[in-house]
């Protein structure tokens, strides 16, 4: 297992592994990724554990940060839906 980022996902592979998972939500797309990236001063990153070109966990990972020198000090990660993991890959989340 690997965990892949960003645009090294295979979208297809992200889309089927979000079709087979019943805890998935909008907040995992892929447009929904492209989405927060194209906003002003936030962006979203997207990891996944990869198991021979099956993706056994994913989570899209929006990076808010304030503008100026107060972005220096003050930002924040958030999940939103949580992180997704399949039952047979339970140490996924702690790569």
């Not at 992200?14 to 805890?23: A, D, F, I, R």
């Not at 990236?37 to 979203?44: E, L, M, Q, V, Y």
């Not at 198991?51 to 899209?60: N, R, Y």
Request: hydrophobic share 40%; glycine share 12%.
């Amino acid at each position: 297992m690997r965990v892949i980022t960003g645009d090294n996902i295979p979208e297809i592979a992200w889309k089927s592994y979000l079709e087979g998972n019943v805890h998935a939500t909008p907040f995992h797309l892929p447009s929904y990724l492209h989405f927060f990236n194209s906003a002003g001063n936030i962006r979203a990153e997207s990891y996944a554990v990869d198991d021979g070109g099956i993706i056994k966990a994913l989570a899209v990972v929006t990076v808010q940060r304030e503008t100026g020198l107060a972005g220096f000090f003050s930002g924040r990660q958030i999940i939103y839906g949580g992180p997704l993991a399949d039952d047979d890959c339970p140490g996924a989340l702690d790569m």
